[in-house]
């Protein structure tokens, strides 16, 4: 790592420097060099921060923000931009006065004193019943804008005529900005897996290319001779919405140079699998069992991801092992031993398959009696 001088070290070595060359003379504060020099070795400490800086911001490893773009596009990598959440189908039930028009552009919030806001993109036109159907978009992109059928809506300004709005279907599709975590590892992913004419980590690669995508799995001939399926992990570490996985696919299938045909391809939302973790733990001492509970969330939660991260694709059930998670939890600082740990109440190994993710569920830690 690169090292950099501190303002004291700059500001001695150009007294050391000056007295070379001036010959010996008083250069305590208040004298002449001393004004001289001091104000030289401040602006010198704030360039070498500069250089420190530039030099983080062009590693992947370390840069952030634009400055990690500049790193990743080496690659031809982008940053995935947020995404607005809308309808799939034209599921939004107006109702009213037959005949009526519900123009396009006419906005609609959620309740609370935080609403969110939605526009319907085009003109609906209630029947003879006063019944019609629109489509419905989030105005600002964002998982935030993914709503719940049933969900209640209000127009934001009077709609003569209008008497009630219903949300029939989910509003799916919202996806925040990749994140500076999810865009390095995506790098990563890229240079450190060979992605080529159509392999595994090829189709990893295209998933990611996706908004909404954070992590994928891909399993060979796993639904039969010639196939490929490909699991999907969402933002927050949840399975992304039927609309993200539909454009993953269509994405995928435009992508893929070689394979098997479209009927061949399965692209699926990865389905949560809760583990739950419990065991008595003898406490060193200033220790509290909260803050302990919490370090041990934390290194499971990291083993988990590991998990998720591993290369092997023949690996289609995967382990979490009973003896890693004693050992996660007598590495804690503040655990001195432990005894009685089990995962979802046994003290064995637990699994999860290819469609799963594991999520950490309830963490209960006991003190020893």
């Known amino acids: 790592m690169i090292q950099i001088p501190t303002e004291e070290e700059i500001f001695n070595r150009l007294v050391s420097r000056y007295l070379t060359v001036a010959g010996p003379m008083n250069v305590d504060e208040g004298s002449i060099p001393y004004d001289f020099l001091k104000p030289t070795s401040m602006e010198l400490a704030e360039a070498y921060r500069f250089i420190l800086a530039l030099y983080y911001a062009l590693w992947v490893e370390y840069a952030e923000g634009e400055n990690l773009d500049l790193a990743v596009s080496t690659q031809g990598i982008t940053r995935k931009l947020a995404t607005k959440a809308k309808l799939p189908t ?10 009526d028009m519900i123009p396009a552009g006419s906005r609609f919030m959620t309740e609370g004193i935080a609403p969110l806001f939605f526009v319907i993109p085009e003109d609906v036109r209630l029947d003879g019943s006063g019944v019609g159907f629109g489509s419905l978009q989030a105005e600002e992109a964002g998982q935030k804008g993914n709503l719940k059928a049933g969900t209640k809506l209000l127009p934001v300004q009077t709609i003569n ?14 996806a925040d900005n ?34 909404g995508v954070t992590a994928a799995r891909v399993f060979e001939n796993l639904d039969g001779p010639n196939t ?18 539909a454009a993953a696919r269509a994405h995928i299938l435009s992508q893929r140079p070689l394979g098997p045909g479209d009927d061949g391809i399965f692209v699926v939302a990865a389905t949560p699998k809760t583990f739950d973790f419990y065991s008595l733990v003898k406490l060193a001492k200033n220790f509290v069992i909260a803050d302990v509970t919490e370090a041990y969330k934390a290194a499971l939660a990291a083993y988990l991801s590991d998990l998720l991260e591993s290369t092997d694709a023949e690996e289609t059930t995967r382990r979490i092992v009973w003896t890693k998670a004693g050992a996660l939890l007598h590495g804690v600082k503040g ?35």
């Open 90 to 99: 034209p599921q939004l039930k107006l109702t009213g006065i037959p005949g």
């Open 161 to 174: 005529g209008l008497q009630s709005v219903e949300l029939l279907a989910d509003l799916e599709g919202g």
């Open 228 to 245: 490929v399926r490909v699991v999907l992990l969402g933002q927050n570490g949840l399975p992304p919405d039927p609309t993200i996985v």
């Open 178 to 211: 990749e994140s500076d975590k999810d865009l390095r590892n995506r790098y990563w992913q890229k240079v450190r897996r060979r992605a080529t004419s159509g392999n595994a980590a090829h189709y990893v690669e295209w998933a990611l290319e996706v908004p």
């Open 335 to 369: 655990v001195e031993d432990y005894s009685g740990l089990t995962i979802n109440g046994e003290a064995a190994n637990a699994t999860f398959g290819p469609d799963e993710v594991p999520v950490i569920g309830t963490v209960t830690l006991e003190v020893m009696a």
